[in-house]
């Protein structure tokens, strides 16, 4: 089972893979996806779209678990919440189910503080992979992290549950 943790935005998109080997997180592949903000919108949007489609085609997920709308700051969510619907468009169209976790259930699952701060998410995602070094760039390390809660919170099993249902 892999699952394709995104952490989205406009400028950039976090991206980092686990895949579940004898019952435990490992870690496969994670970095970031960017866009200029001298770039027309629109333009930003579809480079959102080729790069999501290729990271879909390149490392298979059997699920996506993506963050929540969830903003302290009003500025940015429109472009977040245009560059979430270019990614699930992706996903809908490659056939791939995707859950979805807000900041406080992520952090709450990795830490057992909803209100905990970013260093101690990244410490739990460190931890929980073995990691030598806390993962880099922090958009990554943050998709990472949302790859762990749909993990942590046995989301996979209730996948294979509905597709075994559809046989």
């Known amino acids: 089972m892999r699952i394709l943790g995104l952490d989205p935005g406009i ?18 592949d994670f970095g970031i996806v ?13 480079a959102i779209y080729e790069d999501m489609s290729s990271l879909l085609v390149t490392f298979k997920p059997d699920l996506i678990a993506i963050e929540k709308l969830f903003f302290y700051r009003m500025g940015n969510i429109i472009g977040v919440a245009q560059a979430r619907g270019v990614i699930l468009l992706c996903a809908a169209q490659k056939e791939i189910p995707y859950v979805e976790f807000s900041p406080p259930q992520i952090k709450q699952v990795l830490t057992g503080n909803g209100r905990a701060d970013k260093k101690d998410v990244q410490l739990a ?11 880099k760039p922090d958009d990554a390390a ?23 249902s559809k046989v």
């Open 34 to 46: 960017q866009t200029s903000s001298k770039t027309e919108f629109s333009q930003r949007l579809m």
């Open 142 to 164: 943050d998709a990472l992290a949302i790859a762990l809660t749909a993990w942590r919170m046995r989301v996979p099993a209730l996948v294979h549950r509905e597709e075994a």
């Open 11 to 28: 400028a950039t998109v976090g991206y980092g893979t686990i895949d579940i080997a004898e019952r435990e997180p490992v870690v496969g």
């Open 125 to 135: 995602v460190q931890r929980e992979l073995s990691l030598e070094c806390l993962p």
